[in-house]
């Protein structure tokens, strides 16, 4: 069964942390140049992947005893806190133009880039953190790809007014903040026991 406050929690925290990220630029750069619903498919089925293979990793770290998964996730939520708070921003990296707007060749692209770019990135770490904290494969998975995926048509459709309106720092400080709490409540479980 899911649950929703697992499911609202791990989406917000995706959904903050993937803000400020460069493939959220990246999906307005390709949402400026293309068809929005052939970069959204592209895209959101490369988010789908990375939380698929997140959550599979996450699942296998509730084996362990509790107290060392708490610690484990603890140490790394702060060290994504201070990723995300100590991050410079990189040269935006160059998208590549398909030769035409066919849904294959847009969708691809974007698949291709998120797949590539995000592989590894703090969120996928997150979603399988936040898997192997809950053991709630299912309710994490759907808060992770859903915070992805709102980010993802944010970024494509309306990003430049998000950003507009918003400070980017801003909304990074958020995502560290609510990280950093996450890092020392699962710190202060893994020593209360």
Sequence with gaps: MISISVTALVFGVVFLAELP????????????????SYVFAGVAA????????AVAAGSVLTL???QIVHAVTGVLFLGG??????HKDEHEEEIKKPADQS???VAGAGFTLILVAEFGDLTQIMTANLAARYDDPL????GAVLGLWAVAGLGIV?????MKRVPLRLITRIAALLMLALGVWSLYEAVAG
């Design 21 to 36: 990220d460069k493939t959220a630029l990246a999906g307005l750069v390709l949402g400026t140049r293309y068809r929005a």
């Design 46 to 53: 490369a988010f789908l992947l990375h939380v698929v293979l």
């Design 64 to 66: 362990l005893p509790q």
């Design 81 to 86: 806190a201070a990723m995300l708070l100590w």
């Design 103 to 105: 849904f294959w060749k």
């Design 139 to 142: 309710s994490v998975g759907l």
């Design 158 to 162: 309306g990003g430049k007014a998000l």
